[in-house]
Protein backbone atom coordinates (compact mmCIF):
# COMPACT_ATOMS: atom_id res chain seq x y z
CA UNK A 1 0.00 0.00 0.00
CA UNK A 2 1.45 3.32 -1.09
CA UNK A 3 1.89 6.19 1.54
CA UNK A 4 0.46 9.24 0.19
CA UNK A 5 1.66 12.63 1.59
CA UNK A 6 -1.04 13.85 4.03
CA UNK A 7 -2.98 17.40 2.74
CA UNK A 8 -3.40 20.51 5.26
CA UNK A 9 -6.44 21.52 2.24
CA UNK A 10 -8.36 19.75 -0.45
CA UNK A 11 -10.40 21.70 -2.25
CA UNK A 12 -12.80 19.28 -4.42
CA UNK A 13 -15.74 18.77 -6.64
CA UNK A 14 -14.83 22.16 -8.63
CA UNK A 15 -13.85 22.94 -12.44
CA UNK A 16 -10.07 23.71 -11.71
CA UNK A 17 -8.41 25.60 -14.80
CA UNK A 18 -4.92 24.66 -14.03
CA UNK A 19 -3.16 26.73 -16.94
CA UNK A 20 -0.89 23.83 -17.32
CA UNK A 21 0.81 23.19 -20.83
CA UNK A 22 -2.07 21.29 -21.87
CA UNK A 23 -4.78 23.26 -19.96
CA UNK A 24 -6.06 20.80 -18.15
CA UNK A 25 -9.39 20.70 -16.40
CA UNK A 26 -9.20 19.34 -12.84
CA UNK A 27 -11.60 18.23 -10.09
CA UNK A 28 -10.00 18.88 -7.34
CA UNK A 29 -6.81 19.68 -5.74
CA UNK A 30 -4.42 19.26 -2.52
CA UNK A 31 -2.09 21.74 -0.34
CA UNK A 32 0.61 20.82 1.90
CA UNK A 33 3.02 23.97 3.41
CA UNK A 34 1.66 26.25 0.85
CA UNK A 35 2.10 24.29 -2.49
CA UNK A 36 0.02 22.18 -4.44
CA UNK A 37 0.89 18.82 -3.82
CA UNK A 38 -1.88 17.08 -5.95
CA UNK A 39 -3.97 18.10 -8.67
CA UNK A 40 -6.39 15.91 -10.82
CA UNK A 41 -10.02 13.46 -10.31
CA UNK A 42 -11.29 13.81 -6.79
CA UNK A 43 -10.78 10.10 -5.80
CA UNK A 44 -6.97 10.32 -6.60
CA UNK A 45 -6.78 13.65 -5.02
CA UNK A 46 -8.88 12.48 -1.50
CA UNK A 47 -6.01 10.12 -0.83
CA UNK A 48 -4.10 12.88 0.49
CA UNK A 49 -6.53 13.17 3.10
CA UNK A 50 -5.47 12.80 6.59
CA UNK A 51 -6.55 13.50 10.28
CA UNK A 52 -5.56 17.00 10.36
CA UNK A 53 -7.13 17.90 6.72
CA UNK A 54 -9.32 20.75 5.92
CA UNK A 55 -11.96 20.59 2.93
CA UNK A 56 -13.62 22.74 0.95
CA UNK A 57 -16.11 21.61 -1.15
CA UNK A 58 -16.20 23.40 -4.25
CA UNK A 59 -19.97 22.69 -5.66
CA UNK A 60 -18.59 23.07 -8.89
CA UNK A 61 -17.50 26.43 -8.49
CA UNK A 62 -14.69 27.59 -10.87
CA UNK A 63 -10.95 27.59 -9.69
CA UNK A 64 -8.20 29.49 -11.81
CA UNK A 65 -4.26 29.90 -10.51
CA UNK A 66 -3.54 33.03 -8.68
CA UNK A 67 -4.18 36.28 -11.62
CA UNK A 68 -0.65 38.06 -11.95
CA UNK A 69 -0.85 41.92 -12.48
CA UNK A 70 2.04 42.73 -14.75
CA UNK A 71 1.38 46.70 -14.49
CA UNK A 72 0.04 46.97 -11.24
CA UNK A 73 0.28 50.15 -9.61
CA UNK A 74 -1.31 48.46 -6.57
CA UNK A 75 -0.25 50.98 -3.58
CA UNK A 76 -2.60 53.90 -5.26
CA UNK A 77 -5.66 51.71 -4.65
CA UNK A 78 -5.53 52.14 -0.43
CA UNK A 79 -4.14 55.43 -0.76
CA UNK A 80 -7.63 56.72 -2.37
CA UNK A 81 -9.51 56.20 1.31
CA UNK A 82 -6.52 58.87 2.93
CA UNK A 83 -8.14 62.06 2.05
CA UNK A 84 -12.14 62.60 2.26
CA UNK A 85 -13.94 61.83 -1.18
CA UNK A 86 -16.21 63.89 -2.97
CA UNK A 87 -17.94 61.29 -4.67
CA UNK A 88 -21.64 61.19 -4.69
CA UNK A 89 -21.78 65.13 -4.95
CA UNK A 90 -23.78 66.49 -7.72
CA UNK A 91 -23.51 70.11 -7.45
CA UNK A 92 -20.91 73.26 -5.94
CA UNK A 93 -24.07 72.70 -2.95
CA UNK A 94 -23.61 69.49 -1.93
CA UNK A 95 -19.79 69.66 -2.66
CA UNK A 96 -19.42 73.22 0.08
CA UNK A 97 -22.00 70.82 2.34
CA UNK A 98 -19.04 68.05 2.04
CA UNK A 99 -16.14 70.38 3.42
CA UNK A 100 -18.46 72.68 5.67
CA UNK A 101 -18.70 68.85 7.41
CA UNK A 102 -15.16 68.52 7.24
CA UNK A 103 -14.15 71.75 8.74
CA UNK A 104 -16.70 71.30 11.90
CA UNK A 105 -13.48 68.95 12.56
CA UNK A 106 -10.67 70.75 12.02
CA UNK A 107 -8.48 73.73 14.07
CA UNK A 108 -8.76 77.17 12.18
CA UNK A 109 -5.69 76.73 10.06
CA UNK A 110 -5.67 73.22 9.32
CA UNK A 111 -5.44 72.20 6.12
CA UNK A 112 -8.78 70.17 4.19
CA UNK A 113 -7.73 68.75 1.35
CA UNK A 114 -10.14 66.40 -0.50
CA UNK A 115 -10.05 63.92 -3.51
CA UNK A 116 -10.87 65.41 -6.49
CA UNK A 117 -14.70 65.78 -7.55
CA UNK A 118 -16.73 63.37 -9.15
CA UNK A 119 -16.95 59.93 -9.32
CA UNK A 120 -14.18 57.54 -8.91
CA UNK A 121 -12.20 55.18 -10.32
CA UNK A 122 -12.38 57.13 -13.72
CA UNK A 123 -13.94 60.52 -12.80
CA UNK A 124 -15.85 60.96 -16.25
CA UNK A 125 -17.92 63.63 -17.28
CA UNK A 126 -16.84 66.91 -15.90
CA UNK A 127 -17.77 69.67 -14.84
CA UNK A 128 -21.08 68.74 -16.82
CA UNK A 129 -22.10 66.41 -14.35
CA UNK A 130 -22.55 69.34 -11.55
CA UNK A 131 -25.90 71.32 -11.71
CA UNK A 132 -24.04 74.32 -12.23
CA UNK A 133 -21.85 72.67 -15.16
CA UNK A 134 -18.81 74.48 -14.47
CA UNK A 135 -16.27 74.01 -10.89
CA UNK A 136 -16.51 75.91 -8.19
CA UNK A 137 -14.56 79.09 -6.92
CA UNK A 138 -12.40 80.05 -4.16
CA UNK A 139 -15.01 82.09 -2.50
CA UNK A 140 -17.40 79.11 -2.93
CA UNK A 141 -15.04 76.86 -0.92
CA UNK A 142 -14.24 80.04 1.33
CA UNK A 143 -18.09 80.24 2.38
CA UNK A 144 -18.37 76.59 3.25
CA UNK A 145 -15.05 76.69 5.22
CA UNK A 146 -13.68 79.88 6.14
CA UNK A 147 -11.23 79.68 8.41
CA UNK A 148 -9.31 76.94 6.93
CA UNK A 149 -7.37 76.25 3.53
CA UNK A 150 -8.64 73.67 1.26
CA UNK A 151 -7.42 72.41 -1.32
CA UNK A 152 -9.26 69.77 -3.87
CA UNK A 153 -6.93 67.45 -5.63
CA UNK A 154 -6.99 67.02 -8.96
CA UNK A 155 -7.33 63.40 -10.53
CA UNK A 156 -4.18 61.35 -11.68
CA UNK A 157 -4.70 61.38 -15.29
CA UNK A 158 -4.40 57.91 -16.31
CA UNK A 159 -7.13 57.02 -14.00
CA UNK A 160 -9.86 58.57 -17.00
CA UNK A 161 -7.20 58.89 -19.98
CA UNK A 162 -8.60 62.26 -21.12
CA UNK A 163 -7.28 66.44 -19.89
CA UNK A 164 -7.70 68.72 -18.51
CA UNK A 165 -7.04 67.78 -14.95
CA UNK A 166 -8.59 70.53 -12.47
CA UNK A 167 -7.95 71.24 -8.93
CA UNK A 168 -9.26 73.94 -6.68
CA UNK A 169 -7.83 75.80 -4.55
CA UNK A 170 -9.48 78.49 -1.57
CA UNK A 171 -8.20 81.82 -0.75
CA UNK A 172 -6.58 80.91 2.57
CA UNK A 173 -4.63 78.14 0.59
CA UNK A 174 -3.53 80.35 -2.40
CA UNK A 175 -2.30 82.88 0.35
CA UNK A 176 -0.29 79.90 1.98
CA UNK A 177 1.07 79.24 -1.43
CA UNK A 178 1.63 82.87 -2.29
CA UNK A 179 -0.47 82.51 -5.39
CA UNK A 180 -1.67 85.91 -6.61
CA UNK A 181 -2.67 87.63 -9.98
CA UNK A 182 0.71 88.30 -10.48
CA UNK A 183 2.07 84.17 -10.00
CA UNK A 184 2.91 82.69 -13.30
CA UNK A 185 2.29 78.99 -14.08
CA UNK A 186 4.78 76.59 -12.93
CA UNK A 187 5.08 75.24 -16.55
CA UNK A 188 3.18 75.78 -19.84
CA UNK A 189 0.82 73.40 -19.54
CA UNK A 190 -0.87 75.16 -16.03
CA UNK A 191 -3.71 77.74 -16.38
CA UNK A 192 -4.08 79.47 -13.23
CA UNK A 193 -7.99 80.56 -13.99
CA UNK A 194 -8.48 84.68 -13.25
CA UNK A 195 -11.78 85.81 -12.41
CA UNK A 196 -12.88 89.05 -13.52
CA UNK A 197 -11.10 91.41 -10.92
CA UNK A 198 -7.70 89.42 -12.53
CA UNK A 199 -6.87 87.45 -9.67
CA UNK A 200 -7.10 83.61 -9.23
CA UNK A 201 -10.36 82.42 -9.44
CA UNK A 202 -8.90 79.07 -6.93
CA UNK A 203 -8.94 76.80 -10.32
CA UNK A 204 -5.87 75.14 -11.56
CA UNK A 205 -6.23 73.22 -15.34
CA UNK A 206 -3.36 71.42 -16.75
CA UNK A 207 -2.96 69.77 -19.94
CA UNK A 208 -0.93 66.55 -18.70
CA UNK A 209 -2.00 63.40 -16.96
CA UNK A 210 0.45 63.58 -13.81
CA UNK A 211 -0.59 66.13 -11.71
CA UNK A 212 1.96 69.03 -11.74
CA UNK A 213 -0.03 71.83 -9.26
CA UNK A 214 -0.21 70.22 -5.78
CA UNK A 215 3.39 69.06 -6.31
CA UNK A 216 4.96 72.34 -7.72
CA UNK A 217 2.74 75.00 -5.83
CA UNK A 218 0.81 73.56 -3.10
CA UNK A 219 3.46 71.26 -1.10
CA UNK A 220 2.96 72.93 2.64
CA UNK A 221 -0.50 70.96 2.23
CA UNK A 222 -0.68 67.44 3.98
CA UNK A 223 0.47 64.63 1.09
CA UNK A 224 0.98 60.61 1.13
CA UNK A 225 3.32 60.24 4.67
CA UNK A 226 4.98 56.69 4.84
CA UNK A 227 2.60 55.68 7.72
CA UNK A 228 0.10 56.06 5.71
CA UNK A 229 1.78 54.53 2.56
CA UNK A 230 2.25 51.53 4.96
CA UNK A 231 -1.14 51.81 6.01
CA UNK A 232 -2.42 51.61 2.54
CA UNK A 233 -0.87 48.65 1.10
CA UNK A 234 -2.87 46.17 3.25
CA UNK A 235 -6.38 47.94 1.73
CA UNK A 236 -4.87 47.70 -1.53
CA UNK A 237 -4.17 44.17 -1.46
CA UNK A 238 -7.50 43.50 -0.33
CA UNK A 239 -9.05 45.22 -3.37
CA UNK A 240 -6.85 42.77 -5.58
CA UNK A 241 -7.24 39.87 -3.95
CA UNK A 242 -11.11 40.39 -4.36
CA UNK A 243 -10.69 39.97 -8.36
CA UNK A 244 -8.32 36.78 -7.83
CA UNK A 245 -5.03 38.80 -8.07
CA UNK A 246 -2.68 37.01 -5.99
CA UNK A 247 1.18 38.73 -7.62
CA UNK A 248 2.02 42.19 -9.14
CA UNK A 249 4.68 43.48 -11.27
CA UNK A 250 5.45 46.53 -10.43
CA UNK A 251 7.33 47.86 -13.99
CA UNK A 252 7.02 51.23 -13.40
CA UNK A 253 9.45 51.43 -10.27
CA UNK A 254 9.52 52.01 -6.80
CA UNK A 255 11.07 55.21 -5.57
CA UNK A 256 12.24 55.26 -1.96
CA UNK A 257 9.02 55.89 0.03
CA UNK A 258 7.35 53.26 -1.15
CA UNK A 259 10.14 50.39 -1.12
CA UNK A 260 10.03 52.00 2.29
CA UNK A 261 6.65 51.48 3.01
CA UNK A 262 6.56 47.80 1.15
CA UNK A 263 9.25 46.85 3.46
CA UNK A 264 7.46 47.74 6.76
CA UNK A 265 4.32 45.74 5.79
CA UNK A 266 6.31 42.80 4.76
CA UNK A 267 7.95 42.97 7.74
CA UNK A 268 5.00 43.09 9.77
CA UNK A 269 3.84 40.19 8.18
CA UNK A 270 0.82 41.72 6.43
CA UNK A 271 2.05 41.57 2.68
CA UNK A 272 -0.22 39.15 0.99
CA UNK A 273 -0.03 40.09 -2.06
CA UNK A 274 3.48 38.43 -3.68
CA UNK A 275 4.92 41.58 -5.17
CA UNK A 276 7.82 41.92 -7.70
CA UNK A 277 9.25 45.51 -7.66
CA UNK A 278 11.86 47.09 -10.38
CA UNK A 279 13.59 49.97 -8.77
CA UNK A 280 12.95 53.85 -9.70
CA UNK A 281 16.37 55.59 -9.80
CA UNK A 282 16.61 59.56 -8.64
CA UNK A 283 19.68 60.36 -11.30
CA UNK A 284 19.77 63.62 -9.74
CA UNK A 285 23.58 64.47 -8.59
CA UNK A 286 24.69 61.58 -10.32
CA UNK A 287 25.37 63.58 -13.84
CA UNK A 288 29.04 62.62 -14.01
CA UNK A 289 29.39 58.95 -12.55
CA UNK A 290 30.85 56.75 -14.21
CA UNK A 291 28.01 54.25 -15.39
CA UNK A 292 29.88 51.07 -15.44
CA UNK A 293 30.74 51.87 -12.23
CA UNK A 294 27.11 53.04 -10.42
CA UNK A 295 25.10 49.99 -12.12
CA UNK A 296 28.03 47.92 -11.18
CA UNK A 297 27.62 48.70 -7.93
CA UNK A 298 23.59 47.92 -8.01
CA UNK A 299 23.86 44.43 -9.17
CA UNK A 300 23.93 42.74 -6.13
CA UNK A 301 20.45 43.95 -5.77
CA UNK A 302 19.29 44.38 -8.85
CA UNK A 303 20.70 41.40 -11.27
CA UNK A 304 19.12 38.76 -12.06
CA UNK A 305 15.44 38.21 -10.42
CA UNK A 306 17.19 40.73 -7.71
CA UNK A 307 16.57 40.41 -3.90
CA UNK A 308 13.95 39.03 -1.66
CA UNK A 309 11.72 36.23 -1.28
CA UNK A 310 8.49 35.14 -2.33
CA UNK A 311 6.45 37.59 -0.75
CA UNK A 312 8.81 40.85 -1.75
CA UNK A 313 11.48 40.97 -4.49
CA UNK A 314 13.44 44.04 -6.19
CA UNK A 315 15.23 43.23 -9.63
CA UNK A 316 16.02 45.56 -12.30
CA UNK A 317 15.86 49.00 -13.60
CA UNK A 318 13.54 51.37 -15.80
CA UNK A 319 14.55 53.90 -17.71
CA UNK A 320 13.11 56.61 -20.32
CA UNK A 321 14.76 58.36 -22.80
CA UNK A 322 15.24 62.15 -22.16
CA UNK A 323 13.79 64.70 -19.84
CA UNK A 324 10.96 67.15 -19.95
CA UNK A 325 10.61 70.75 -18.18
CA UNK A 326 7.57 69.55 -16.59
CA UNK A 327 9.33 66.45 -14.70
CA UNK A 328 11.83 68.57 -13.81
CA UNK A 329 9.23 70.74 -11.72
CA UNK A 330 7.61 67.68 -10.49
CA UNK A 331 10.69 66.07 -9.31
CA UNK A 332 11.57 69.29 -6.82
CA UNK A 333 9.17 67.67 -4.48
CA UNK A 334 11.42 64.72 -4.05
CA UNK A 335 11.86 62.37 -2.33
CA UNK A 336 7.87 62.73 -1.99
CA UNK A 337 6.08 61.16 -5.36
CA UNK A 338 2.89 62.37 -4.58
CA UNK A 339 0.30 59.16 -6.24
CA UNK A 340 3.48 58.16 -8.42
CA UNK A 341 5.19 56.04 -6.47
CA UNK A 342 7.78 56.38 -8.47
CA UNK A 343 10.82 59.37 -9.23
CA UNK A 344 9.57 61.65 -12.21
CA UNK A 345 13.22 62.16 -13.21
CA UNK A 346 13.77 58.40 -14.11
CA UNK A 347 14.99 59.76 -17.67
CA UNK A 348 18.10 60.02 -19.50
CA UNK A 349 19.19 61.57 -22.33
CA UNK A 350 19.70 58.93 -25.14
CA UNK A 351 23.40 58.28 -24.74
CA UNK A 352 23.17 58.43 -21.35
CA UNK A 353 20.38 55.97 -21.32
CA UNK A 354 22.46 53.67 -23.79
CA UNK A 355 25.10 53.87 -21.54
CA UNK A 356 23.41 52.92 -18.58
CA UNK A 357 21.27 50.27 -20.67
CA UNK A 358 25.15 48.56 -21.78
CA UNK A 359 26.63 48.82 -17.83
CA UNK A 360 23.23 47.01 -17.04
CA UNK A 361 23.42 44.00 -19.85
CA UNK A 362 26.95 43.38 -19.05
CA UNK A 363 25.95 42.98 -15.38
CA UNK A 364 23.02 40.76 -15.86
CA UNK A 365 20.25 43.61 -14.75
CA UNK A 366 16.97 43.58 -16.41
CA UNK A 367 16.06 46.73 -17.82
CA UNK A 368 12.41 47.87 -17.98
CA UNK A 369 10.93 50.56 -20.80
CA UNK A 370 7.58 51.59 -21.44
CA UNK A 371 7.82 53.65 -24.39
CA UNK A 372 7.68 52.92 -27.77
CA UNK A 373 11.24 54.61 -28.55
CA UNK A 374 13.32 52.04 -26.05
CA UNK A 375 12.56 49.45 -28.88
CA UNK A 376 15.60 50.83 -31.03
CA UNK A 377 17.60 51.13 -28.30
CA UNK A 378 17.15 48.16 -27.07
CA UNK A 379 18.67 47.07 -30.32
CA UNK A 380 21.58 49.05 -30.32
CA UNK A 381 22.33 47.95 -26.97
CA UNK A 382 22.22 44.04 -28.10
CA UNK A 383 24.93 44.83 -30.65
CA UNK A 384 27.36 46.05 -28.37
CA UNK A 385 25.96 42.96 -25.17
CA UNK A 386 23.60 40.54 -26.30
CA UNK A 387 20.37 40.75 -23.92
CA UNK A 388 18.39 38.02 -25.26
CA UNK A 389 18.64 35.61 -22.09
CA UNK A 390 18.32 38.76 -19.68
CA UNK A 391 14.19 38.98 -20.34
CA UNK A 392 14.03 43.02 -20.47
CA UNK A 393 10.88 44.72 -20.66
CA UNK A 394 9.08 46.98 -23.15
CA UNK A 395 5.60 47.69 -21.32
CA UNK A 396 2.36 49.76 -22.16
CA UNK A 397 2.22 48.28 -25.74
CA UNK A 398 0.14 50.66 -28.04
CA UNK A 399 1.08 50.19 -31.60
CA UNK A 400 3.69 47.85 -32.90
CA UNK A 401 4.12 47.16 -36.59
CA UNK A 402 5.02 43.50 -37.89
CA UNK A 403 8.67 44.50 -37.80
CA UNK A 404 8.61 45.83 -34.55
CA UNK A 405 7.24 42.20 -33.37
CA UNK A 406 10.07 40.40 -35.07
CA UNK A 407 12.55 42.53 -32.61
CA UNK A 408 10.33 41.79 -29.78
CA UNK A 409 10.97 38.00 -30.69
CA UNK A 410 14.72 38.12 -31.60
CA UNK A 411 15.30 40.19 -28.68
CA UNK A 412 13.64 37.98 -26.14
CA UNK A 413 11.59 40.67 -24.64
CA UNK A 414 8.33 40.36 -22.42
CA UNK A 415 5.71 42.70 -23.45
CA UNK A 416 3.18 43.96 -20.81
CA UNK A 417 -0.10 45.49 -22.44
CA UNK A 418 -2.71 48.10 -21.01
CA UNK A 419 -5.34 47.08 -22.86
CA UNK A 420 -7.33 49.05 -20.48
CA UNK A 421 -6.19 52.56 -22.14
CA UNK A 422 -5.05 51.49 -25.51
CA UNK A 423 -8.06 49.27 -26.35
CA UNK A 424 -10.93 50.27 -24.41
CA UNK A 425 -10.17 53.97 -23.74
CA UNK A 426 -8.13 55.47 -26.93
CA UNK A 427 -8.28 52.05 -29.03
CA UNK A 428 -10.19 54.27 -31.48
CA UNK A 429 -8.51 56.88 -32.17
CA UNK A 430 -5.10 55.67 -32.23
CA UNK A 431 -5.67 54.29 -36.31
CA UNK A 432 -6.09 58.47 -37.09
CA UNK A 433 -3.76 59.77 -34.43
CA UNK A 434 -0.61 57.28 -35.74
CA UNK A 435 -1.86 57.38 -39.41
CA UNK A 436 -2.18 53.69 -39.61
CA UNK A 437 -3.48 51.99 -42.48
CA UNK A 438 -5.79 49.86 -40.65
CA UNK A 439 -5.86 48.63 -37.00
CA UNK A 440 -4.28 45.59 -37.18
CA UNK A 441 -1.27 47.14 -35.23
CA UNK A 442 -3.20 48.00 -32.45
CA UNK A 443 -2.28 46.21 -29.21
CA UNK A 444 -1.33 43.57 -31.62
CA UNK A 445 -1.88 40.82 -29.29
CA UNK A 446 -2.40 38.31 -31.97
CA UNK A 447 0.90 39.03 -33.64
CA UNK A 448 2.51 38.82 -30.60
CA UNK A 449 1.41 35.21 -30.09
CA UNK A 450 1.86 34.45 -33.29
CA UNK A 451 5.51 35.27 -33.20
CA UNK A 452 5.69 33.56 -29.46
CA UNK A 453 6.55 36.58 -27.71
CA UNK A 454 5.20 36.39 -24.25
CA UNK A 455 2.80 38.93 -23.00
CA UNK A 456 1.30 39.75 -19.91
CA UNK A 457 -1.98 41.76 -19.09
CA UNK A 458 -2.04 44.79 -16.73
CA UNK A 459 -4.56 46.88 -14.70
CA UNK A 460 -2.20 49.90 -14.35
CA UNK A 461 -5.49 50.88 -11.09
CA UNK A 462 -7.96 51.26 -13.72
CA UNK A 463 -9.90 49.54 -12.99
CA UNK A 464 -7.80 47.18 -10.18
CA UNK A 465 -9.79 43.40 -12.13
CA UNK A 466 -7.72 42.00 -14.47
CA UNK A 467 -10.57 40.42 -15.88
CA UNK A 468 -10.98 43.69 -17.31
CA UNK A 469 -8.29 43.23 -19.56
CA UNK A 470 -8.77 39.29 -20.23
CA UNK A 471 -12.29 41.10 -21.54
CA UNK A 472 -10.95 43.87 -23.59
CA UNK A 473 -8.16 41.23 -25.31
CA UNK A 474 -10.84 38.88 -26.29
CA UNK A 475 -13.43 41.74 -27.33
CA UNK A 476 -11.67 44.06 -28.54
CA UNK A 477 -14.55 46.31 -27.05
CA UNK A 478 -14.19 50.35 -27.41
CA UNK A 479 -16.06 52.15 -24.17
CA UNK A 480 -17.08 55.11 -26.88
CA UNK A 481 -17.78 53.28 -30.06
CA UNK A 482 -19.31 50.01 -28.43
CA UNK A 483 -17.47 48.26 -31.36
CA UNK A 484 -14.29 46.53 -31.90
CA UNK A 485 -11.18 47.89 -32.07
CA UNK A 486 -8.45 45.63 -34.17
CA UNK A 487 -11.23 42.47 -34.46
CA UNK A 488 -8.46 40.28 -36.13
CA UNK A 489 -6.20 41.09 -33.35
CA UNK A 490 -8.69 39.31 -31.05
CA UNK A 491 -7.45 36.52 -28.97
CA UNK A 492 -9.30 33.39 -27.19
CA UNK A 493 -10.07 33.35 -24.15
CA UNK A 494 -7.72 30.30 -23.11
CA UNK A 495 -4.66 33.09 -24.53
CA UNK A 496 -6.30 35.87 -22.01
CA UNK A 497 -5.64 33.08 -19.10
CA UNK A 498 -2.42 32.23 -19.93
CA UNK A 499 -1.53 35.85 -20.22
CA UNK A 500 -2.95 36.87 -16.97
CA UNK A 501 -1.25 33.88 -15.07
CA UNK A 502 1.50 31.86 -17.09
CA UNK A 503 3.06 35.05 -18.60
CA UNK A 504 2.81 36.88 -15.30
CA UNK A 505 5.23 34.26 -14.14
CA UNK A 506 7.70 34.55 -16.31
CA UNK A 507 7.46 37.91 -16.32
CA UNK A 508 8.55 38.12 -12.44
CA UNK A 509 10.66 34.94 -13.89
CA UNK A 510 8.92 32.58 -11.42
CA UNK A 511 7.50 29.91 -13.84
CA UNK A 512 9.21 27.27 -11.64
CA UNK A 513 6.52 28.48 -8.64
CA UNK A 514 3.87 30.41 -9.45
CA UNK A 515 1.40 30.80 -12.80
CA UNK A 516 -0.10 27.77 -13.33
CA UNK A 517 -1.69 25.42 -10.45
CA UNK A 518 0.36 21.95 -10.78
CA UNK A 519 2.17 19.83 -8.66
CA UNK A 520 5.05 21.94 -6.41
CA UNK A 521 4.06 24.77 -7.60
CA UNK A 522 2.40 27.97 -4.91
CA UNK A 523 -1.13 27.64 -3.62
CA UNK A 524 -2.04 30.44 -5.25
CA UNK A 525 -5.85 30.28 -6.37
CA UNK A 526 -8.92 32.09 -6.67
CA UNK A 527 -12.52 30.23 -6.57
CA UNK A 528 -14.47 32.17 -8.79
CA UNK A 529 -18.31 34.24 -9.04
CA UNK A 530 -17.94 32.61 -13.08
CA UNK A 531 -16.39 30.36 -14.86
CA UNK A 532 -14.05 33.11 -17.38
CA UNK A 533 -14.30 29.75 -19.95
CA UNK A 534 -18.09 30.04 -20.89
CA UNK A 535 -19.78 33.16 -18.98
CA UNK A 536 -21.47 35.35 -21.87
CA UNK A 537 -18.49 37.21 -23.23
CA UNK A 538 -19.63 40.88 -21.79
CA UNK A 539 -20.16 39.60 -18.17
CA UNK A 540 -16.59 38.01 -18.11
CA UNK A 541 -15.29 41.29 -17.14
CA UNK A 542 -17.30 41.68 -14.56
CA UNK A 543 -16.08 38.18 -12.94
CA UNK A 544 -14.47 38.09 -9.38
CA UNK A 545 -13.41 35.86 -6.81
CA UNK A 546 -15.25 34.71 -3.64
CA UNK A 547 -12.55 32.84 -2.62
CA UNK A 548 -8.70 33.92 -2.90
CA UNK A 549 -5.70 31.75 -1.89
CA UNK A 550 -1.46 32.76 -1.25
CA UNK A 551 0.39 29.90 -0.63
CA UNK A 552 -2.56 28.09 0.27
CA UNK A 553 -3.95 30.82 2.56
CA UNK A 554 -7.17 32.39 2.67
CA UNK A 555 -6.97 36.30 1.94
CA UNK A 556 -9.84 36.98 0.63
CA UNK A 557 -13.10 35.39 1.15
CA UNK A 558 -14.01 32.26 2.80
CA UNK A 559 -16.94 32.74 5.28
Not at 135 to 147: M, V
Not at 210 to 218: D, G, K, S, Y
Not at 446 to 473: C, H, I, K
Request: some cysteine; glycine content about 8%.
Amino acid sequence: MSVHEPADLILSGGKIITADAKFSIAESVAIRAGRFIAVGEDAMVQRHRASHTQEIALGGRPVMPGLIDGHAHMDREGLKSVFPSLAGCRSIAEIQKRIAELAKDKAPGEWIVTMPIGEPPFYFDLPQSLAEGRWPTRQELDDAAPNNPVYIRSIWGYWRHSLPLVSIANTRALKLAGITGETAPPHASVTIEKDASGQPSGVFVEQGFVPLVELAFFHMAPGFTIAQRVAALPRSTAYYHAFGTTSVYEEHGVAAELLAAYRQVHAAGKLTMRSHLAFSPDWRGMEDVSMERLIGGWAHQLAGDGMGDDMLRLSGIITEIGKTPDNAVRAQAAPYTGWAGFNYDMGLERERAKEMLIACARHGIRAIGIWPNMLDLYEEVNAVVPIRDLRWVLGHIAVLSREQVSKIRDLGLVITTHTNRYIYKEGHLLQERNKLPDEDSISPLRWLEEAGVTYSLATDNVPVSLFYPMWQSVSRMSLYTQKMVGERQAISRESAIRAATNAGAYLTMSEKDKGAIEVGKLADLAVLTADPLTVELPALKDVASELTMVGGKVVHGGG
